[in-house]
């Protein structure tokens, strides 16, 4: 199947500091990537959609101004965490479709663990 | 609004048992649905999925019958192996139009097998 990775997969930060994780689809291009959140024994959430080239659509209830989306390329996407702190403290994972249509299979990454201090 | 319910975990079962993670829905029409797993160190991996009432999804001894008079999709096998430790998560999409692609998941559970 398509492979997906992410880099970091695990990072420490201070609190008010940013961070940013890399979201890459390896072998094919990703028209749309996702962003969930998972805390421990949760579901995951999903965070926001991007599409190649345009603005990402943040669900209800996640703030746009903290948690910055670029999907600059089809085979890149990045989430930056602006001014951390330590209830952003969780494992994110995002997930990547080939093709047009948005009912393509999605492929995950591994996830990253993001620790506040 | 949409949502997956799943058992909860840790499972436990020695080699060669015989597996049940149940899991029920509800979401509004008729929604796809799908079993993922996710081995450790590793991202979520589509298992299985059915797209209609009665549909049976299968692969790897796994299977799971989408049951729309009782909102459930269970997944089973019929004897488990070390290698099937993981972490099993259930989830449903709709299939209308528009932003009603997304995934709604369950909780997860986590399967060990022992030898």
């Known amino acids: 199947g398509a492979v997906v990775s992410q880099h970091p997969s695990w990072v420490i930060c201070k609190s008010g500091t940013s961070v940013k994780i890399e979201c890459r689809s390896l072998?094919?291009?990703?028209?749309?990537m996702f962003w969930y959140r998972q805390f421990p024994k949760q579901s995951l959430m999903l965070m926001a959609t991007?599409?190649?080239?345009?603005?990402?659509?943040?669900e209800q209830g996640v703030e746009k101004d903290k948690f910055l989306i670029n999907h600059a390329s089809l085979t890149l996407s990045t989430l930056t965490v602006t001014s951390a702190h330590p209830e952003d403290s969780s494992f994110y994972i995002c997930?990547?479709?080939?093709?047009?249509?948005?009912?393509?299979?999605?492929?995950f990454g591994p996830g990253t663990r993001l620790t506040v201090l | 609004g949409d949502s997956v319910t799943q058992m909860e975990g840790p499972v436990t079962l020695s080699e060669e048992a015989f597996l049940t993670i149940n899991c029920t829905y509800t979401?509004?029409?008729?929604?796809?649905l799908f079993w993922y797993v996710q081995y450790p160190g590793e991202g979520l991996q589509l298992l299985l999925k059915?797209?209609?009432?009665?549909d049976k999804g299968s692969n790897k001894g796994f299977e799971a019958t989408y049951r729309k008079e009782t909102t459930s999709f269970h997944l089973e096998k019929g004897s488990v192996q070390v290698s099937d430790s993981a972490v099993y998560f259930c989830?449903?999409?709709?299939?209308?139009?528009?932003?009603?692609?997304?995934?709604?998941f369950g909780k997860g559970t986590l399967l060990t097998v022992n030898p």
């Open positions: 059915a797209t209609k009432a009665d």
């Open positions: 991007s599409n190649e080239g345009s603005k990402a659509t943040y």
């Open positions: 989830a449903l999409r709709r299939n209308s139009g528009g932003s009603n692609y997304k995934l709604t």
């Open positions: 072998d094919f291009q990703a028209t749309t």
């Open positions: 997930s990547a479709i080939g093709g047009l249509s948005p009912y393509n299979e999605q492929f």
């Open positions: 979401a509004t029409g008729y929604p796809s």
